[in-house]
């Protein structure tokens, strides 16, 4: 079944991050990694995205923070970058439609691409300088 309403508040935030770190947690790939980074911290790691996704899609400011560094030495290569952004994506078109759905998905894409460029300068940097 489509979905038939778009992202429009906390709850809406709420249902997709929390439905989207489900299946996270789960997958085979991307699933250890975070798991083995976050521990017990997942309340913690979701109310963060919340706060997160809600400045970037809601544009309610409650986000204060920089999403690269915590990333920036996990050991993820593209095939885990195109994990996430499946899930996400699928997890959206599950849950939403509309103009917020569409934008979500394609911050989603500018981030990973973001991450995934950033990561590998830090890499490049760092096997310079030994």
């Known amino acids: 079944m489509a979905a038939d309403k778009d992202i ?3 709850d809406d935030i709420k249902q997709l991050v929390d ?5 996270v947690q789960s997958n085979p790939l991307i699933g ?3 798991n083995e980074r976050i521990k017990d911290r997942w309340p913690q ?3 963060k995205m919340y706060s997160f996704w809600q400045t970037v899609l809601l544009e309610e400011y409650t986000y204060f923070g920089r999403p690269f560094p915590p990333h920036a ?5 593209r095939e885990h970058f195109e994990t996430w ?6 997890t959206v078109d599950e849950l939403f439609t509309g103009d917020k759905a569409t934008e979500a998905k394609w ?3 500018k981030m ?3 991450f995934q460029i950033k990561i590998a300068h830090f890499r490049n940097s760092n096997h310079n300088i030994l």
């Open 8 to 10: 429009f508040n906390l």
């Open 19 to 23: 439905t989207f770190y489900s299946k």
């Open 32 to 34: 250890p990694v975070f």
């Open 45 to 47: 790691h979701l109310e």
């Open 73 to 77: 030495q996990l050991p993820v290569e």
């Open 85 to 90: 952004l499946d899930l996400f994506k699928e």
């Open 107 to 109: 911050r989603a894409n």
């Open 112 to 114: 990973a691409e973001m």
